[in-house]
């Protein structure tokens, strides 16, 4: 509405970090318009909802493209999100290049890049997964594999059990 027709509306991205700072639960997944994305035209960098994430984002285009695939690692095997799911994931083929913050949790990693980064921002807790949840960087191998529910579950189990 505000593009369209020139009319003030709420600052969503703003509304979205008062509702993690506020208790709320917030996972952000990759993908070629998710944190700076392509040619850094997803712009989320430096935007309010920057803040409630776990991690800063770069600037111009983030994707790091891997075609032959990345394995992604636990570094945080003790973290709720990785409890039972093995060391060693199926491969990726890209991920949004981010970085962590220091006060933030890197749970996996795909080669030495944060993939998967969890912290409590406010009364909330937020999480963010730098690969895509489904086809284009998430082949088969990855979505069929036999954690991909557990990881899952245990990313919005873990967000949505903030204080």
């Not at 406010?122 to 529910?149: I, L, N």
Request: aromatic fraction near 10%; hydrophobic fraction near 40%; charged fraction near 15%.
């Amino acid at each position: 509405i505000t593009f369209v027709q020139s009319i003030p509306s709420p600052n969503r991205l703003e509304s979205l970090r008062q509702y993690v700072n506020a208790g709320g639960g917030l996972v952000m997944v990759g993908g070629y318009l998710t944190f700076q994305g392509i040619e850094g035209k997803a712009k989320y960098g430096s935007s309010p909802v920057e803040a409630a994430l776990p991690i800063t984002m770069l600037p111009g285009d983030d994707r790091n493209e891997v075609p032959q695939g990345v394995a992604p690692t636990v570094t945080a095997p003790d973290h709720p999100i990785a409890q039972g799911l093995p060391l060693i994931w199926p491969a990726v083929l890209g991920y949004n290049r981010l970085l962590a913050r220091s006060e933030a949790t890197v749970v996996a990693e795909a080669g030495s890049d944060p993939l998967l980064v969890a912290w409590e921002y406010g009364k909330g807790r937020s999480v963010a997964f730098a690969s895509d949840c489904g086809p284009h960087w998430a082949p088969p191998t990855f979505v069929e594999w036999s954690g991909y529910a557990t990881l899952w579950q245990q990313i919005v189990s873990w967000v949505g059990s903030a204080s």
